[in-house]
């Protein structure tokens, strides 16, 4: 297998999670979706606003254009849970549809990019950034199944082989 359909298969993952998560807390109250449950970024409402903050980040650095406009790390980008879940939806879709642009030769290049909160310019490859950008995704998302056990929500499979095959 070839990074690129490896990156295909995992921006399918991600929206196939993203879209659990947001079904399964759609029963949920505005104030339990936010509730602080003692997580790095809090809440469900803010760990998803940080997700979506960060792949805004990333895909800007790979000179995606962009409607959003990401704000400071921390800072949720979205207080209107709908709001949050539509842009978050449509930034998956865009990354998924990224993923089918590119290819290994691709890759293969550097990506520089200066950080904005340290004004540090930073070379790496290119891979190693769009694998970062997924096990990003997963690694809050693990947050937010926790958190939902709080409400007595069970997320379900989660594995990648288990994932539904069109």
């Avoid at 895909?59 to 979205?78: A, E, I, K």
């Avoid at 949050?84 to 890759?107: G, P, S, V, Y």
């Avoid at 056990?149 to 997320?155: A, C, G, L």
């Amino acid at each position: 297998m070839n990074l690129t359909k490896n990156y295909q298969q995992m921006a399918k993952y991600n929206q196939w999670m993203t879209e659990k998560i947001y079904s399964r807390t759609s029963h949920l109250s505005d104030a339990q979706f936010k509730e602080d449950l003692g997580a790095f970024w809090k809440s469900i409402h803010s760990t998803m606003n940080h997700i979506l903050w960060a792949d805004i980040i990333w895909m800007t650095r790979f000179d995606l254009s962009l409607p959003y406009q990401p704000s400071d790390m921390g800072v949720d980008l979205y207080a209107d849970r709908k709001m949050l879940e539509n842009t978050h939806k449509e930034a998956i879709l865009r990354l998924q549809e990224w993923t089918h642009t590119f290819n290994d030769d691709w890759l293969a290049g550097d990506l520089v990019w200066t950080r904005a909160s340290n004004g540090q310019t930073y070379t790496k490859p290119r891979w190693l950034c769009i694998t970062h950008i997924f096990n990003h995704q997963t690694h809050h998302r693990g947050q937010v199944t926790h958190m939902l056990k709080h409400f007595n929500i069970d997320i379900g499979d989660t594995d990648l082989p288990l994932m539904p095959t069109d």
